[in-house]
């Protein structure tokens, strides 16, 4: 048994617990949250500083670990992902060594569970064996082609049978990659409502502009690559109306990205599926588009946090994308962010009944940040803040 204490606890679901000690059994359950009062020092573990929850990832593709510092920030989504498609050529040795790695750096960073993202199988075996929780989203698309859909549904679905009994589904990557047949394809092999899905929504102008009226730069992106855009139909509207038309919303499904999304957006989604959470990926998004979302039009909306690869961030830290928000729209609270990063991230892979919270009968991992700083009522983390996973 272990009882743990802080200057400051965070309990994962916007609530500060001062003055308190978190008692576990020795696999990280937790029995009791206790007041300090009711022990002498001698008896817990004190840490300087703040402990909370376990973080959550919500968005990551750990399958494309070995591209770490191949390409460069800023040049846009579509040269961003012209990149990825050419560079899918690596010793199979070198690839399943890079997922290892971006594991470990992530059990490391304090991360308990991974919604990750995988078009191949590489990351299995380490899937296999890893302490961290990961639900695999397999991921399908068919550069808009119809005439393709069926082909590529049948070799995404046997990435998909090989994950085996290991928390799967099978998903859209974006509207703008998906043609209407495949989307129905995946919802017919989704029949259980608890299935989670996910997609890639909204991450550049291009996106909208193919939707409203067949501009921007995706006709010519996939014209490039062989495929086609003469049967393509624009629907006159923003993506996320080709999206919700093609999405069943009987799932709860995690948004990913939403650089372009305005307030109208989420309560159309909202509107739509209740059930509906929305990921954001900051430091991705200032890696590839330079830009980050606005996050004053989420209000309404239940956030999480991801890391997306390290083909596009830096390193995979939950606790930096963090930072990287605080700095840059800084009105946010921290204990919003926080929740974003623990709790919201729990329930939207649908873990919550053991992570993302300090609940007794949970085990969701205990995080130490130290260099925290308390003005008044307020607390902050400092930027040099590092995190610690204790249990
Ligand atoms: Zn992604």
Wanted: proline share 4%.
């Amino acid at each position: 048994m272990r009882k743990l204490t802080a200057d400051i606890i965070y309990s994962g679901n916007q609530t500060w617990l001062k003055d308190s000690v978190l008692i576990l059994d020795t696999d990280g359950q937790i029995l009791a949250i206790r007041d300090q009062a009711a022990f002498s020092p001698n008896e817990y573990e004190y840490f300087p500083g703040m402990l909370l929850p376990g973080f959550v990832n919500a968005h990551c593709h750990l399958e494309l670990s070995h591209l770490h510092g191949l390409f460069q920030t800023g040049t846009q989504l579509l040269p961003f992902l012209n990149s990825v498609v050419k560079n899918r050529e690596f010793d199979s040795d070198f690839i399943l060594q890079k997922i290892k790695d971006a594991d470990e750096e992530m059990q490391r960073a304090g991360i308990v569970a991974v919604g990750d993202i995988s078009n191949k199988i590489d990351t299995l075996p380490c899937k296999t064996k890893s302490s961290i929780y990961y639900h695999t989203f397999v991921e399908a698309f068919d550069f808009l082609q119809e005439s393709l859909a069926d082909q590529f549904f049948e070799s995404y679905k046997s990435v998909y049978d090989a994950f085996g009994t290991l928390p799967k589904t099978m998903v859209a990557h974006a509207p703008y990659s998906v043609s209407k047949k495949l989307f129905s394809r995946i919802n017919a092999l989704n029949t259980a409502t608890s299935n989670i899905s996910s997609i890639h929504n909204q991450e550049c102008i291009d996106e909208d502009l193919l939707f409203i009226n067949k501009t921007g730069g995706f006709v010519s992106f996939w014209e490039s690559f062989g495929f086609s855009m003469n049967d393509f139909q624009p629907i006159g509207k923003d993506s996320i109306y080709y999206t919700t038309k093609c999405l069943n919303p009987r799932h709860p499904i995690l948004f990913m990205h939403n650089t372009q999304s305005k307030q109208h957006h989420i309560n159309s989604i909202l509107n739509w599926n209740p059930a509906s959470y929305f990921v954001s990926c900051p430091n991705a998004n200032l890696f590839i588009e330079n830009q980050l979302p606005d996050y004053s039009q989420f209000k309404n909306a239940i956030m999480c946090l991801g890391t997306d690869s390290l083909s596009s961030n830096w390193q995979l830290s939950i606790l930096s994308e963090i930072k990287t928000i605080l700095k840059f729209q800084s009105y946010l609270n921290l204990e919003d962010v926080l929740c974003w990063a623990t709790y919201n991230g729990a329930r939207a892979l649908n873990i919550s009944e053991w992570a993302g919270s300090f609940e007794v009968g949970k085990r969701p991992g205990v995080n130490w940040i130290q260099d925290v700083e308390q003005k008044g009522k307020t607390w902050s983390i400092k930027p040099e803040a590092s995190v610690t996973k204790i249990s």
